[in-house]
């Protein structure tokens, strides 16, 4: 199993700059790990108006809508996965990431 090196700062720095791809394999590593791991929310990205703003929500299990976490809402879809990478690494590693 591939195991996330926290100091590999310059993985999360890849994902900012192109979170839709491509991206090199480290990174795609990376992110197996982050969005399969048990630690994690399962986290989805829902337009909740069209062209202007994003939300995070969490799947439910059992067939439940989604549930938003209206206190997370961003002006682009870039924005909330940058986020939600954010949320996952330190979830994963214990180590939190700068948003700069």
Do not use: Y
């Amino acid at each position: 199993m591939f195991i996330i090196d926290p100091r590999r700062t310059d993985l999360a720095q890849e994902f900012r700059g192109h979170p839709f791809g491509p991206h090199s394999p480290e990174l795609q590593a990376v992110l197996n790990v982050l969005r399969g791991s048990l630690h994690c929310q399962n986290l989805l990205l829902v337009c909740t108006r069209p062209h202007a703003e994003w939300t995070l929500a969490e799947k439910q299990p059992h067939g439940l809508p989604p549930r938003l976490l209206e206190d997370l809402t961003f002006d682009s879809p870039e924005a909330a996965e940058w986020h939600a990478f954010r949320m996952r690494w330190e979830a994963v590693t214990g180590e939190a990431l700068p948003n700069p």
